[in-house]
């Protein structure tokens, strides 16, 4: 739940972390967004790096130009005058996957494990909106939540040395996609020909913090002759 | 005059990049700051040739590349010492030095330190990718194509020929930092350092770390003894922003320095480097070994301004 007082936490003598609640929730991830949408509009001098996350917003910031406490008393006073209702609705993202043969080479072990078919993963996992909580690992990668609970899995036991890009996975509660080509443990159902992170376009990411995302089986056919 | 091919490198070294000094203001998209690990050899090496201190040089890991200069150009190298030579004879370092054309640079091998940086005058023409040059190995973007320097990859510099008049600079010899085997690094307890008892923190500071094999420009892995959390907590916490210099204990309950190719983390964090030591973080190397001294925000706060202070008086 949200905290009634955020917690300041200090890392190092260049950033402060503040922490907004304490567990994965949309609610306190959306208390983040309004958070950071603020300090966005109106930047905070000396700060260079603002990255939100699940439940906190860490502020990076040149010790030269600011201090932590001259940070933490604006934050202090952003966080009191913060009006929820001036937000834009998040923005709404449908991401096409092809899901599994060789796009999703888990797909088969993930409905074996839940004791379901493959098709039913598919439907499950496709019916959900996901909310996005943040973005990281690698450029552009989302952190999508809440998997339905009947599609929550383990990790791979052993990771892969290569996920191709636009891998569609999952792991524990959440599902996430490989923005660019990496190693990695997540459960890989399927693929999106969409690309996730571009650093030659404005905004380099295809998705933000705050998005709803919802995915929408295409077939192999489909994919090859997507329109990025 | 604008952008003119200055030199051709004749073999890479296993590591060698085009960084400035980083990427910052896209942590949100999950885009990592890269940039020169040791900034401090970066800028200086940039200002020994009259460059602004912020341009991009070449990050050379241990063992140095073959470069043959195909204009006059000026040069300076800083940070670790592999031994840099021109047609075979030993070159000074933290001084800034003319290749002839056809002059060949070499390195015959570490002697100290893990990075050394090669600056050139006129800096490298790269495209700037989100406000940097720095190559980002992991997303394959910026510096040269996103990737390490190869064979036959030839390097242009904007008007090298205005940056020759600084040939001779050199940074007075008691500022040159030594890189020592056994190096103590200033660290300023937090963000969880709640989450450790005051007997494992007391076995933190008072322990040598060992730099091990598997570390790499996104983080310092350390060997030593076991760092354990407070018993009741969970392996990992809620994933957060994290900041190069921030000390992680992951399961394993050994240290992972973060470095600057990741935004977010996992792992509860015991302590994090002081600014004015990272540019220490980028010359460990294996083997070496690792002293954490915790020290006040105040006096985490004089050694910047200091360091600042020094790098402003220069030339």
């Known amino acids: ?228 | 005059m604008g952008s003119v091919e200055t030199l051709k490198i004749l073999a890479p070294g296993p590591l060698t990049t085009v960084q400035d000094r980083g990427r910052f203001g896209f942590g949100q998209y999950g885009v990592p700051p890269s940039g020169a690990l040791d900034s401090f050899s970066l800028r200086v090496g940039n200002l020994l040739v009259g460059n602004k201190e912020h341009e991009a040089s070449l990050e050379i890991t241990v063992i140095g590349p073959k470069i043959v200069a195909l204009i006059d150009t000026l040069i300076a190298i800083t940070g670790a010492d592999l031994q840099p030579n021109v047609n075979e004879t030993p070159l000074e370092m933290w001084r800034s030095h003319l290749l002839k054309k056809g002059d060949v640079l070499s390195f015959k091998g570490p002697r100290s330190g893990c990075r050394t940086y090669l600056a050139i005058g006129g800096g490298i023409s790269v495209q700037n990718i989100m406000g940097s040059k720095s190559t980002n190995l992991a997303a394959q973007f910026g510096g040269l194509e996103g990737r390490p320097l190869r064979k036959g990859d030839i390097i242009s510099s904007d008007s090298p020929a205005r940056h020759l008049k600084a040939v001779g600079r050199s940074l007075d010899k008691a500022l040159i930092p030594s890189y020592t085997k056994d190096q103590d690094i200033r660290v300023i307890s937090g963000p969880q350092d709640d989450h450790f008892s005051a007997e494992a923190k007391e076995i933190f500071f008072g322990s040598p770390f060992r730099v091990t094999p598997q570390s790499d420009r996104t983080g310092i892995r350390l060997e030593g003894p076991q760092i354990e959390a407070k018993k009741n907590l969970k392996e990992s916490i809620i994933s957060e922003g994290v900041v190069p210099g921030t000390i992680q204990i992951p399961g394993d309950a050994q240290p992972i320095i973060i470095l600057g190719e990741t935004v977010t983390g996992g792992y509860r964090k015991v302590a994090t480097v002081i600014s004015a030591d990272l540019p220490l973080l980028g010359q460990l190397k294996p083997g070496d070994t690792v002293n954490f001294l915790k020290v006040s925000m105040d006096e985490a706060y004089q050694a910047i301004r200091k360091m600042e202070n020094m790098v402003a008086g220069l030339f």
Not at chain 1, 41 to 46: R, V
Not at chain 1, 145 to 165: A, H, K, M, Q, W
């Open chain 1, 1 to 228: 739940m949200l905290y009634t007082n955020p917690q300041y936490r200090i890392m190092g003598d260049r950033a402060l972390l503040v922490e907004l609640g304490d567990e994965v929730d949309p609610g306190v991830s959306n208390r983040v967004r309004e958070l950071f949408v603020a300090i966005k509009a109106d930047p905070l001098e000396g700060v260079l790096e603002t990255t939100p996350s699940y439940r906190s917003l860490l502020l990076i910031f040149d010790p030269l130009e600011t201090t932590l406490s001259l940070l933490q008393n604006r934050v202090q006073q952003i966080l009191q005058t913060l009006d929820p209702s001036q937000l834009c609705d998040p923005r709404r993202v449908e991401i096409p996957v092809v899901y599994g043969r060789e796009y999703g080479p888990d797909l088969e072990w993930v409905a074996g494990y839940h004791g379901i078919t493959p098709d039913e993963v598919i439907r499950l996992h496709a019916a959900h909106t996901y909310h996005v909580y943040m973005i990281g690992f690698m450029p552009g990668f989302p952190y999508l939540g809440e998997l339905p609970e009947s599609l929550i899995t383990p990790r791979r036991e052993t990771p892969r040395t290569v996920v191709p890009r636009g891998s569609v996975a999952l792991a524990q509660g959440q599902t996430g996609i490989y923005s660019t080509q990496s190693p990695g443990g997540w459960q890989v159902i399927g693929r999106t020909p969409l690309a996730l992170f571009d650093p030659g376009k404005w905004p380099p990411a295809l998705l933000e913090m705050g998005d709803r995302v919802k995915f929408f089986a295409i077939d192999e056919e489909e994919m090859v002759s997507w329109d990025q």
